[in-house]
């Protein structure tokens, strides 16, 4: 039993040092589980965390592309991993390899003790929205956004052909076989902070009926869509930090979709437009919030930020491992 540990369930596709800096700061009661996109070589990544027996990079790893179910698959085999390896911890928190702490480990681990039976997910009713049509483009249009055999996916090439892909393919309204109706289609932001028995649960359902779940391989951002359904449609849905879904607020073109997914964060400060790398220029901005995490960061956009972050908010932090 691990009821006295954090599990952290990591994504990461480069930037190595980052990944090794963040399991550093949070490296104290907590195991971490980590998936590195296929695409990329795991080498550098491996290399770093051979000391730690508190670490597993999972071997079941899958080519992730932006916009695909294949986040969501690379999510569920870190979640299957560590509850096949486990009994239970006390925390399962989804983090990335270009997040980075914002308060101490010990303060991350009192606000997990503290919160014992909240569910840090929160989420919109995409079926119940004014201006259903901003989000119509996620959930009711035929798409692709997982393409396996194709490894260079920032190429301009790349992107034309998904957006070509997509154009022909969104004339074209998912049936009633894939767009159901047999529950209600929940929003948010894609990281979140679970209890075991929460966490179980969500899984045990999608298990259970995976065909109703098969909208969540077409749409777009299931990321930002599948837990958050899941969770919504589950016992716990009241459970979360405001006892239930958010009121959407009145966006007027798709363009705000994303800040409407940013005010949703659970655990992270994240900016608006959702595609920011925080710098030195926020620390500011960042010493104010009562998150737990900053999204986004690199060791080379954001160096004097987590410097900033190292000395004046983590700086009574001891870690074995540094």
């Given at each position: 039993?691990?009821?006295?540990?954090?599990?952290?369930?990591?994504?990461?596709?480069?930037?190595?040092?980052?990944?090794?800096?963040?399991?550093?700061?949070?490296?104290?009661?907590?195991?971490?589980?980590?998936?590195?996109?296929?695409?990329?070589?795991?080498?550098?990544?491996?290399?770093?965390?051979?000391?730690?027996?508190?670490?597993?990079?999972?071997?079941?790893?899958?080519?992730?592309?932006?916009?695909?179910?294949?986040?969501?698959?690379?999510?569920?085999?870190?979640?299957?991993?560590?509850?096949?390896?486990?009994?239970?911890?006390?925390?399962?928190?989804?983090?990335?390899?270009?997040?980075?702490?914002?308060?101490?480990?010990?303060?991350?681990?009192?606000?997990?003790?503290?919160?014992?039976?909240?569910?840090?997910?929160?989420?919109?009713?995409?079926?119940?929205?004014?201006?259903?049509?901003?989000?119509?483009?996620?959930?009711?249009?035929?798409?692709?956004?997982?393409?396996?055999?194709?490894?260079?996916?920032?190429?301009?090439?790349?992107?034309?052909?998904?957006?070509?892909?997509?154009?022909?393919?969104?004339?074209?309204?998912?049936?009633?076989?894939?767009?159901?109706?047999?529950?209600?289609?929940?929003?948010?932001?894609?990281?979140?902070?679970?209890?075991?028995?929460?966490?179980?649960?969500?899984?045990?359902?999608?298990?259970?009926?995976?065909?109703?779940?098969?909208?969540?391989?077409?749409?777009?951002?299931?990321?930002?869509?599948?837990?958050?359904?899941?969770?919504?449609?589950?016992?716990?849905?009241?459970?979360?930090?405001?006892?239930?879904?958010?009121?959407?607020?009145?966006?007027?073109?798709?363009?705000?979709?994303?800040?409407?997914?940013?005010?949703?964060?659970?655990?992270?400060?994240?900016?608006?437009?959702?595609?920011?790398?925080?710098?030195?220029?926020?620390?500011?901005?960042?010493?104010?919030?009562?998150?737990?995490?900053?999204?986004?960061?690199?060791?080379?956009?954001?160096?004097?930020?987590l410097e900033a972050i190292d000395q004046h908010i983590l700086e009574n932090e001891v870690n074995m491992n540094e």
């Open positions: 039993m691990n009821l006295d540990k954090i599990c952290y369930l990591i994504l990461a596709y480069n930037d190595p040092e980052n990944l090794h800096r963040l399991v550093n700061r949070l490296n104290d009661r907590a195991d971490f589980y980590i998936h590195i996109d296929k695409k990329n070589d795991i080498t550098p990544f491996a290399t770093l965390f051979d000391s730690y027996p508190n670490v597993t990079l999972i071997q079941n790893r899958v080519k992730i592309y932006w916009g695909g179910f294949s986040i969501v698959q690379a999510e569920l085999n870190l979640i299957e991993t560590a509850l096949n390896k486990h009994d239970s911890y006390m925390r399962y928190v989804l983090l990335s390899g270009s997040d980075y702490p914002i308060k101490n480990s010990n303060d991350i681990y009192r606000f997990f003790e503290k919160n014992t039976n909240t569910e840090f997910i929160r989420g919109i009713n995409l079926d119940k929205i004014k201006n259903k049509e901003l989000f119509g483009l996620h959930i009711d249009l035929w798409q692709k956004h997982d393409y396996p055999w194709i490894k260079k996916t920032n190429t301009t090439f790349f992107k034309i052909f998904r957006a070509v892909i997509n154009k022909v393919l969104r004339k074209f309204h998912l049936p009633k076989a894939i767009r159901h109706h047999k529950f209600d289609l929940y929003h948010g932001s894609q990281w979140w902070a679970l209890t075991d028995s929460c966490l179980r649960e969500l899984i045990n359902i999608y298990h259970s009926k995976e065909r109703d779940y098969l909208i969540f391989k077409i749409g777009f951002a299931s990321d930002e869509k599948f837990f958050h359904t899941l969770f919504f449609n589950s016992s716990f849905a009241n459970k979360n930090q405001v006892n239930g879904p958010d009121q959407a607020i009145d966006i007027k073109d798709r363009a705000e979709t994303t800040f409407q997914t940013s005010l949703l964060a659970n655990i992270h400060i994240i900016d608006k437009s959702m595609t920011k790398w925080f710098s030195y220029e926020d620390f500011d901005e960042i010493m104010k919030s009562d998150k737990l995490f900053v999204r986004k960061v690199s060791t080379d956009k954001s160096k004097k930020l």
